[in-house]
């Protein structure tokens, strides 16, 4: 049972659908969103790659094992399947090699925006040896930017962020409590601007100082 009429014209609209993501929407709202400062976001896009890497390889085997039945059931009767019983599951199958083609031409597309990302953040950030000093960097100011979309909901701080800052160094402490006070509009600011966020004598760079 091949598409009718409404279903080709479906189906050749939908091979123009553009990927699962351009670079667009990677790089700011799966990897910069997440992200907030340089290390955070390297660390995100390998994160996001390594998810894709691991969906295309299941991806490949999915595609080979449906490319095996097909040619199973075309050379094969298996016990009473009848002819036509036969050509429904083949019809069935190929359309879902199809789709996994897709699906993979799409995830191609993807691994390579995150590769270019990854490797645009990695050469900005240099020496990562310090993986403590970045670490504490990222967490400082991921929990000032959530307390600043917190604020701007209108919405009283998360407890488990005020739990946190209890463990937190002194350092962090103080810039995370300032950003409790600071002016809502001098802190989104300095987010914006990557303005770095000092206390005291402490800075820690906002999350677009590249």
Request: hydrophobic residues 40%; glycine residues 4%.
């Amino acid at each position: 049972m091949g598409r009718d009429a409404i279903e080709e014209l479906a189906f050749c609209r939908v091979q123009e659908l553009c990927e699962d993501y351009s670079e667009f929407q990677m790089r700011h709202f799966v990897v910069d969103a997440t992200g907030i400062t340089l290390y955070g976001r390297w660390r995100q896009s390998l994160r996001e790659l390594s998810a894709r890497y691991d969906t295309r390889r299941n991806l490949k085997r999915q595609l080979a094992t449906h490319k095996l039945e097909v040619q199973h059931y075309k050379r094969w009767v298996i016990g009473k399947l009848r002819r036509s019983q036969r050509a429904l599951k083949v019809e069935s199958l190929e359309d879902q090699i199809i789709k996994e083609e897709q699906q993979l031409a799409e995830n191609k597309r993807s691994m390579e925006i995150l590769i270019h990302i990854t490797d645009e953040s990695r050469e900005k950030l240099g020496d990562v040896s310090d993986r403590e000093a970045l670490e504490l960097e990222h967490w400082t100011q991921k929990l000032a930017f959530d307390i600043l979309v917190t604020r701007m909901a209108g919405a009283p701080p998360d407890r488990r962020l005020l739990e946190v800052l209890a463990f937190l160094p002194d350092e962090s402490r103080l810039i995370i409590q300032a950003s409790m006070t600071m002016p809502i509009g001098v802190l989104k600011n300095r987010f914006e601007t990557g303005t770095q966020l000092q206390l005291l004598g402490v800075s820690i760079d906002g999350p677009k100082n590249v």
